[in-house]
């Protein structure tokens, strides 16, 4: 059963310790593979986004290992949620905005988010308990808005759109959203992950910043 599935891969991961295996490594590995085959083409871009953020987050050593494991590991035949299981195991939650933040960068990576790439992301945020406000937050990091209203240029537009705002928001909105994000996009949350997540978190602290100081401003 599902249940009797889960139990025994996080006996697994309890027996074998949190971080003594790439159990990790691989099912973030695999993940970064459904998003890659999920609009049916292997994108040379994808696949060099996801090989370059390996080698810089775990070194050209422990990439190689990963990436070989990889092709033998009992995850590899692992379900989306019975990946999520795995990574809930070996992370602390706030760990995930940076996980989540690098699965949209992937998916980006080669010019659009596909809505299948986006919906693996989606469940995978619902298989870990993700805020899903907050994940529609970092994917707006990752798209370029072309978008007016009636009220805004689409700078603001843009703006507004990387603190979870609409046009229909008001300054007191922007300074209450802007508090809520710099708290939880904070660097200081990732201490544990590799400099890769905690560059990636720093690169959305800043936007938040940058956003709210315009919207301030012009707002």
């Given at each position: 059963s599902l249940v009797g599935s889960e139990m025994c891969i996080r006996d697994r991961n309890s027996t074998e310790g949190k971080r003594n295996?790439?159990?990790?490594e691989i099912?973030?590995?695999?993940?970064?593979?459904?998003?890659?085959?999920?609009?049916?083409?292997?994108?040379?871009?994808?696949?060099?986004?996801?090989?370059?953020?390996?080698?810089?987050?775990?070194?050209?050593?422990?990439?190689?290992?990963?990436?070989?494991?990889?092709?033998?590991?009992?995850?590899?035949?692992?379900?989306?949620?019975?990946?999520?299981?795995v990574i809930s195991n070996q992370n602390s939650k706030t760990t995930y905005y940076s996980i989540f933040m690098f699965?949209?960068?992937?998916?980006?990576?080669?010019?659009?988010?596909h809505s299948s790439e986006d919906g693996i992301?989606?469940?995978?945020?619902?298989?870990?308990?993700?805020?899903?406000?907050?994940?529609?937050?970092?994917?707006?990091q990752f798209i370029k808005s072309n978008t007016r209203s009636k009220i805004f240029d689409h700078i603001t537009i843009g703006h507004l759109s990387t603190l979870g705002l609409d046009d229909k928001a008001t300054v007191a909105d922007v300074k209450s959203a802007y508090?809520?994000?710099?708290?939880?996009?904070?660097?200081?949350?990732?201490i544990d992950m590799s400099d890769v997540f905690k560059d990636l978190a720093k690169e959305k602290y800043l936007d938040i910043q940058n956003s709210y100081n315009y919207l301030m401003k012009y707002l």
């Amino acid at each position: 059963s599902l249940v009797g599935s889960e139990m025994c891969i996080r006996d697994r991961n309890s027996t074998e310790g949190k971080r003594n295996n790439l159990d990790f490594e691989i099912s973030l590995l695999r993940i970064c593979t459904m998003i890659i085959k999920a609009d049916g083409v292997i994108d040379e871009v994808e696949t060099r986004t996801t090989k370059d953020y390996f080698i810089k987050s775990f070194g050209d050593k422990k990439a190689t290992r990963i990436f070989k494991e990889a092709k033998v590991s009992r995850l590899k035949n692992y379900s989306l949620r019975e990946l999520s299981i795995v990574i809930s195991n070996q992370n602390s939650k706030t760990t995930y905005y940076s996980i989540f933040m690098f699965l949209y960068k992937l998916s980006a990576s080669d010019g659009e988010i596909h809505s299948s790439e986006d919906g693996i992301i989606r469940n995978l945020a619902t298989e870990l308990g993700f805020n899903q406000s907050t994940l529609k937050i970092i994917r707006a990091q990752f798209i370029k808005s072309n978008t007016r209203s009636k009220i805004f240029d689409h700078i603001t537009i843009g703006h507004l759109s990387t603190l979870g705002l609409d046009d229909k928001a008001t300054v007191a909105d922007v300074k209450s959203a802007y508090r809520k994000l710099s708290k939880e996009f904070h660097p200081d949350m990732i201490i544990d992950m590799s400099d890769v997540f905690k560059d990636l978190a720093k690169e959305k602290y800043l936007d938040i910043q940058n956003s709210y100081n315009y919207l301030m401003k012009y707002l």
